[in-house]
């Protein structure tokens, strides 16, 4: 996504809390900043978050992510290598030895 002014904006209607829950419109920037205020994250932690989460959800495809987030297509490749990675990773830790599950060591 790219705002008017050429930055990356990001979807603040995806923010909720109890305001925000009763109506379908996005939250302010105000309210944004107030939402995350002396919070660890940041909006764009929050899209980068969200990206690798639906990343990791559609088994890494670009396609899907560049079509879903309007990411340009070097972008959405970059994600879908990090998901994949994290997806092999994560097969390596419950089966370690590679035994397939047969519980073999």
Known sequence: MTSTDGRSAVAIHLLI??????TTAPASGQGASLIL??????????RIDRILEEALACGGDPLHLASVFGLDTKTAIRYADSARQLLV??????????SGGLGFK
């Not at 809390?17 to 009763?22: S, Y």
């Open 37 to 46: 205020h002396k919070q660890a994250a940041t909006l764009e932690r929050l």
């Open 17 to 22: 809390n109890h305001i925000t829950a009763t």
């Open 89 to 98: 990773t994560a097969a390596e830790e419950q089966d370690p030895a590679g």
